[in-house]
């Protein structure tokens, strides 16, 4: 079965400075993978996805992610934070063989200091 | 503008009582999703279905039903069987193929009154 892991339940950044949001996966066979981001009380938005290809894929808002087989992760990143940005973010992972079903991580919540 | 609605966006449920969650969808999609969103617990899938007339259970179905009448709607009834229903719910849908992502609708809110 597949599963997906998000090590950090809460994470603290500056307006400014740069953001890594963890994600790490469990799977046999090659996964698709997504970031969402919700705010609260809304549904889930997707900021960017990894299919195949380019292992660094760019998505909304200035974030990208890159996925590395050899250490089963699909970290998030931005280089640098907007207020706007504190919001809970989702990894997910896909498979074919999984009927095209996602497997979401636990979510890690972002929260922006002036 | 295409998109996922889902309503009521809050409410409240008697003991005892079943009610229906609304999800419509205009994006032609042919899977729909229902997930269940708890404090600290990330998203559980509810159901899914991937056709009209056919759907399957996920990891949390005792005490939910649902039905695929039509390609665009997939409402979900939470039964009196669901002892813990307070929760946020939220209605996804897809093309069903492999690598596209699922869209989702803005949820509804489920209490006990």
């Known amino acids: 079965a597949q599963s997906v892991t998000q090590p950090d339940i809460h994470i603290t950044v500056s307006e400014g400075a740069s953001l890594e949001l963890r994600c790490n996966y469990s799977?046999?066979?090659?996964?698709?993978l997504f970031w969402y981001v919700q705010s609260p009380g809304q549904g889930l938005q997707l900021l960017l996805k990894?299919?195949?290809?380019?292992?660094l894929v760019q998505g909304i808002k200035g974030f990208e992610a890159e996925f590395k087989r050899s250490q089963s992760s699909f970290n998030l990143r931005k280089p640098s934070v907007h207020w706007s940005d504190a919001a809970e973010y989702f990894c997910?992972?896909?498979?074919?063989?999984?009927?095209?079903?996602?497997?979401f991580g636990g979510g890690t919540r972002v929260l922006v200091k002036p | 503008d295409g998109g996922i609605t889902q309503s009521p966006k809050y409410l409240f449920r008697k003991e005892g009582q079943n009610v229906t969650l609304s999800c419509e969808q205009n994006?032609?999609?042919?899977?729909m999703y229902w997930y269940r969103q708890d404090p600290g617990q990330g998203l559980r899938l509810i159901y899914y279905?991937?056709?009209?007339?056919?759907?399957q259970k996920g990891d949390i179905a005792e005490g939910y039903s649902v039905s695929r009448e039509k390609k665009e709607s997939f409402p979900l009834t939470v039964t009196s069987a669901q002892k813990n229903p307070t929760a946020f719910y939220l209605c996804?849908?897809?093309?069903?193929?492999?690598?596209?992502?699922?869209?989702f609708g803005d949820g509804t809110r489920l209490s006990i009154l």
């Open positions: 996804a849908s897809s093309p069903g193929t492999e690598g596209q992502p699922q869209h």
């Open positions: 799977y046999g066979a090659t996964p698709y």
């Open positions: 990894y299919f195949s290809g380019d292992t």
């Open positions: 997910a992972v896909g498979a074919k063989a999984a009927g095209n079903k996602l497997t």
């Open positions: 994006l032609n999609h042919d899977a």
């Open positions: 279905s991937q056709i009209v007339n056919d759907f």
